[in-house]
């Protein structure tokens, strides 16, 4: 977890937007692609999908913060 939070603070240096950050395609990417290996790994589906999507809101959400912070600070004279 830790290691994936410094990716995010990276990731919102390069982003340009917040659609950027947001990126539902993606999070619809990874949310598919967790919940196959859910199954053939005999885990429960819904319980892997509702914990990433839930890691992922609370990791979108601090890119998001992130990425107004830098938005803010280069917008200033």
Not at 12 to 38: G, N, Y
Not at 59 to 66: H, K, Q, S, T
């Amino acid at each position: 977890m830790a290691e994936r939070g410094s990716y995010v603070q990276q990731a919102a240096r390069f982003k340009k937007t917040t659609d950027d950050v947001k990126a539902p395609q993606r999070v619809e990417q990874v949310i598919a692609k967790v919940m196959s290996l859910s199954r053939e790994l005999g885990a429960n589906p819904s319980v892997t999908e509702q914990v990433y999507r839930a890691m992922i809101s609370g990791f979108i959400n601090e890119e998001l913060a992130e990425h107004a912070a830098i938005s803010h600070a280069n917008a200033k004279p």
